[in-house]
């Protein structure tokens, strides 16, 4: 007989369009949640099958997990955004009405969110300065899973502290949200004029911000993209004071 794999949520993040792991719907929002098996193995699933609303998909439909996703918005498409084209598949997406918490920055998971944008998601930029403090402490994260009381103080300094604006929760999620979706465009729209895009994006691995009018002007391209819900929330980059 066949060995049943138990899944787990992990964290919600941004994705393409993708298969739903546990049925026949597509997710094409642009977030979803990130499941995964005991063996290791990592896939997604909308919002309705990681409640276990249509079976028992993961064992923890209940636990309020990771959410790297809070530098963007969901809107819902307008008719504008509709084409004559039938959709013949149905679809299990994040809504607008699923963003109660994207403008929550001390939400119960923060400080495992932080780690997860500053260790993984956005390692690979220079402009964060290493911290060997922080890396001693994602080190043992890892090994453990566990973060110390006085670990966690630490971080909390860092995430809300203002001495350095661009290294706080609610900036990496910005600058994570925007390098996704710039990527994500590029990739996407390879016959299209991406000078705009590709200058901004190599801005805003510089300086770890943008602009409010350069966010308008990537949101105006999103619209068209792809058919996606997401746009840069206009107000995520922390500015100094």
Known sequence: MERY???KKIRIDFT????????SRMITSGKAIVVQNELGNI????PSCAQNKNGQNVVNPKEKIVDI???????????????????DVEQDNFTSIHDDEVHNYLDNNAVNAYLTLRFEKLSHLTSIIKSQKLNEIYHNYELTGQISQKDESYIRVIMYGEAYPLYTYQNLQAVYAA???????IQHNPENDLNFIQDTLNQLRRKLTLTEKQIMGINNWFKNSDGK???????AFVRGK
Do not use: A, I, R
């Open 5 to 7: 794999v138990m899944w």
């Open 16 to 23: 393409d369009t993708v298969k739903c792991q546990f049925c």
């Open 43 to 46: 896939s997604f699933s909308g």
């Open 69 to 87: 996703t809070k530098g963007c918005l969901l809107h819902e498409p307008t008719t504008n955004d509709k084409t004559d084209k039938q959709v």
């Open 179 to 185: 390098e996704y979706w710039l990527q994500s465009f």
């Open 229 to 235: 819900m997401v746009k840069l929330k206009t107000n």
